[in-house]
């Protein structure tokens, strides 16, 4: 029965690490087609992955360290989010979808149903995977099409020295508790 258990939640980290992979083929073949809004938007689905998957991991682990890390997901990305709103409504822009965002909000949905349908250890490691993936995803986006295509100096400050640094802690992080399952 353990390995049926250990089988299934191997199958939907390897489903999960597809749709990463998957999102972060359809964010590079847009790099010029990039504006702020769009980064804008791009950020903003990111941050709502964070925030629900870890709301719905506030729910159901059991495991201090992944409740640890899934509370600071929903403060440091809601906080994100909320300043982000705030510097749009400040430049009168309004977040424009892209093939990266729009992926994102494609993929939240059957990630968060995957999610549901487990419970302890395997849910703490599929969810922890997830993070993983998640935020190393959101690095290279950063890196590679974020960052180069960002015009606004607020927006570029914000992303360069707050999120992308949150970015490299929260892997580390993630990291290890995975490491530690």
């Given at each position: 029965m353990k390995a049926g258990k250990t089988l299934a939640a191997l199958g939907l980290t390897l489903s999960m690490a597809?749709?990463?992979?998957?999102?972060?083929?359809?964010?590079?073949?847009?790099?010029?087609a990039f504006a702020d809004p769009n980064v804008a938007a791009s950020a903003s689905a990111s941050n709502m992955d964070e925030i629900q998957t870890s709301q719905l991991a506030l729910q159901k682990t059991q495991n201090a360290a992944v409740r640890e890390f899934a509370q600071m997901m929903v403060n440091e990305h809601g906080t994100f989010e909320r300043e982000m709103q705030t510097l749009l409504q400040q430049k009168g822009m309004a977040p424009v979808d892209n093939a990266h965002s729009g992926t994102w909000k494609?993929?939240?949905?059957?990630?968060?149903?995957?999610?549901?349908?487990?419970?302890?250890?395997?849910?703490?490691?599929?969810?922890?995977?997830?993070?993983?993936?998640?935020?190393?995803?959101?690095?290279?986006?950063?890196?590679?099409?974020?960052?180069?295509?960002?015009?606004?100096?607020?927006?570029?400050?914000?992303?360069?020295n707050r999120v992308r640094p949150a970015v490299v802690q929260h892997l580390q992080r993630a990291r290890q508790i995975l490491a530690g399952m």
């Open positions: 597809a749709c990463s992979a998957g999102m972060n083929g359809a964010m590079i073949g847009s790099v010029d494609r993929n939240l949905p059957r990630t968060l149903e995957m999610l549901r349908a487990m419970n302890g250890a395997q849910f703490d490691m599929a969810y922890m995977t997830h993070q993983v993936g998640g935020h190393e995803m959101t690095l290279n986006t950063i890196d590679t099409t974020l960052l180069p295509n960002t015009r606004d100096p607020q927006m570029r400050e914000m992303l360069q």
